[in-house]
Each structure stands twice: as structure tokens, then as C-alpha cells.
Nanobody
Framework: QVQLVESGGGLVQAGGSLRLSCAAS?????????MRWYRQAPGKQREPVAF???????NYADSVKGRFSISRDNAKTTVYLQMNRLKPEDTAVYYC??????????WGQGTQVTVSS
């Protein structure tokens, strides 16, 4: 199994920055392939934000391109989301999601990001 623990959320003013972390652990951690960030704002569906593959390829939602950056550590067990120039519409619960090469997937518990105007 894989356990995911997110951290780094909080309250920030518009224009500020936050860095989210998601640390993976468990007996299947070294079979993790793609690591993703999703977010869910109040009253809205969960939406993809960014992902990074095991080879380092990245992809971003149009709404965050140029402001957010996803990365992972060399062990490929921690994924980061650097969020710059935050906007009030970035307010949401941010979730880490990973997939393994065997096809299993896991969600983190979420971390709240609140951007004040």
C-alpha cells in the first residue's frame, strides 16, 4: 500500500506564494509512477492541477500555467507544488494523488489553501 501525507497549506494574501508537499510511504512506494495534484473548491468538482511522471514530464491546468510548478525528489517519493502569484480563485483543498505501475491509485487527505483578496 501507499500512504500520502500532504503539508504546506495555509492562508496567504493574493500575490503570495505557498509550497505544498506530499510525502509517500508504504511497501509499494517505489512502484509509484505518476504523481498528481488536484484541488476542490467549495461547491465545485475536484479538478486536476498538475502532474509529473516518473521520467519528469510535467503538465499543468491552463489556470495555473506560469504560476505553479510541480517537482519531485530524487527518490520519487515526495512531490511538491510551488504556487506563486496566488489568486483568490486558487482557494481550495489540494489533494495529492499517485498511481503505481501496477495500476493502483491513492489519495492524500488534502490540505487547505486559502487566498485572501
Amino acid at each position: 500500500q501507499v500512504q500520502l501525507v500532504e503539508s504546506g497549506g495555509g492562508l496567504v494574501q493574493a500575490g503570495g506564494s505557498l509550497r505544498l508537499s506530499c510525502a509517500a510511504s508504504g511497501r509499494r512506494v517505489f512502484s509509484i509512477n505518476t504523481m498528481r495534484w488536484y484541488r476542490q473548491a467549495p461547491g465545485k468538482q475536484r479538478e486536476p492541477v498538475a502532474f509529473i511522471t516518473s521520467t519528469g514530464s510535467t503538465n499543468y491546468a491552463d489556470s495555473v500555467k506560469g504560476r505553479f510548478s510541480i517537482s519531485r525528489d530524487n527518490a520519487k517519493t515526495t512531490v511538491y507544488l510551488q504556487m506563486n502569484r496566488l489568486k483568490p480563485e486558487d482557494t481550495a483543498v489540494y489533494y495529492c494523488y499517485v498511481q503505481t505501475v501496477g495500476g493502483s491509485d491513492y489519495w492524500g487527505q488534502g490540505t487547505q489553501v486559502t487566498v485572501s483578496s
